[in-house]
């Protein structure tokens, strides 16, 4: 499906979601230096645990609201909240007044406010487009994130360490815009029924806990609890893009010489290392994920997410043994082949394990991979404090271990089931 045949609240919402992330991308990656810097280690992770339960739990909620109050709606005041969060943390950071503390309490309400407005996003993109081209369309949005994934991190390299004030101030004006194009240019995209459907006995906390009620589908469905938990211990590494990996970088690297011809030398700084290493990352996802992710299908599924936990494992023990950028710049390139090596093939195992008339609520399930191991991930950074980072990187490889050893387990038990289900 081609952009120009798309609806219209589509493609503007295309162009500011895409300026609004690359926006965001200039200061997330660099929000743990922040807070470890003002707070110490051990106390920057507890509050990125805080924060992030936070967004947990406004995501619960974030599909009710837009199925009860419309998705423009929704998005429109995620938006507005957000720009006002980042107004705040403009504040926090201005010339006449300095509040790190006050700063996590801005980073945290927008936080909740970007957990109210992806799944009305989401909804939207389902509501317009047909199922035949909705692959194509989320495909779209997804490489749009990661060219933000690409230049963000370069730019906030620049910006956030010196310009923090204006950078925040920009990151509101942006918001307030897109929020703006949202009242503009897009219609209220809810299904009719979803309107007619009376929810005014539920209140958002019980519709929050009926959520919760519903992954108890991972405790009756043994297959699908071993793979929610493999998914959980691998997120232990691949979440630490945003949160061990910069206070390690910035750690061990302070001003270092990356490229030296005759009298020239290039050097580099701990923060602009790490915008680098986040863009890698970035342009390997845009470049390679159709490449890889077809390479992929042509090996045994267990065999795949086993490789990729064990890559993982690799890139953890890699970086903690080496603090020379070009080794670092290695062990990113590891990290990113074990992303994209199972980016396809986990949806489409889920489809296979979820019976039909319960597809909807594994996928909702499954997300409980990213969730709890978002909320756990933090932890890394006061390990650094208690164990040092070689072995905070050993213990996260370890893990990454244990979930190769999980998924090649759950696959095993998964070919005697298929096995005896074919016989039976």
């Not at 407005?117 to 317009?128: G, H, L, T």
């Not at 923090?164 to 949202?182: D, K, P």
Request: proline share 2%; net charge neutral.
């Amino acid at each position: 499906m081609r952009i120009r045949d798309w609806d219209q609240s589509l493609k503007v919402r295309l162009l500011g979601e895409g300026i609004m992330n690359v926006t965001f991308w200039m200061f997330f990656p660099f929000l743990a230096i922040y807070f470890a810097d003002a707070f110490g280690k051990g106390t920057a992770g507890l509050l990125l645990i805080l924060s992030q339960i936070f967004s947990v739990m406004a995501n619960l909620i974030g599909g009710y609201c837009a199925d009860r109050f419309g998705r423009r709606y929704m998005m429109i005041l995620a938006a507005i909240g957000q720009g006002l969060s980042f107004l705040l943390f403009a504040f926090a950071n201005s010339p006449s007044y300095q509040s790190a503390l006050l700063g996590f309490v801005a980073f945290s309400i927008a936080s909740v406010f970007g957990s109210l407005y992806w799944p009305a996003s989401q909804a939207m993109i389902a509501d317009v487009v047909e199922e035949k081209d909705r692959s194509d369309v989320f495909a779209v949005f997804y490489t749009s994130i990661n060219i933000a994934v690409v230049l963000g991190p370069i730019l906030g390299g620049i910006f956030f360490f010196s310009y923090r004030f204006e950078l925040m101030l920009f990151a509101a004006l942006v918001c307030f815009t897109l929020a703006f194009i949202l009242f503009k240019w897009t219609e209220e995209t809810v299904p009719v029924s979803n309107k007619e459907h009376s929810l005014k006995g539920d209140t958002w906390f019980s519709v929050m806990l009926a959520q919760v009620k519903d992954y108890r589908v991972i405790a009756s469905d043994k297959l699908f609890m071993l793979f929610v938990i493999a998914g959980i211990l691998s997120a232990q590494t691949f979440m630490q893009l945003d949160l061990l990996i910069p206070v390690y970088t910035m750690e061990v690297i302070d001003v270092q010489s990356i490229m030296a011809i005759g009298d020239w030398d290039l050097t580099i700084t701990g923060e602009k290392a790490f915008g680098l290493l986040i863009s890698e990352n970035g342009l390997l996802v845009a470049l390679l994920t159709v490449v890889i992710s077809k390479w992929a299908t042509r090996f045994k599924e267990k065999n795949i997410f086993a490789l990729s936990s064990i890559l993982y494992a690799l890139s953890m023990w890699m970086f903690g043994l080496t603090e020379w950028f070009w080794g670092l710049v290695i062990a990113m390139g590891v990290f990113t082949f074990g992303e994209l090596m199972i980016v396809g093939l986990q949806q489409s195992f889920i489809s296979k394990l979820a019976p039909e008339d319960m597809r909807g609520q594994y996928f909702a399930a499954a997300s409980l991979r990213y969730t709890l191991g978002r909320t756990i991930a933090p932890i890394s950074i006061p390990m650094t404090v208690w164990f040092g980072f070689l072995w905070t990187f050993t213990i996260l490889a370890l893990l990454a271990l244990v979930s190769a050893g999980v998924y090649y387990y759950m696959f095993i038990k998964y070919e005697q089931q298929q096995m005896s289900q074919s016989i039976g």
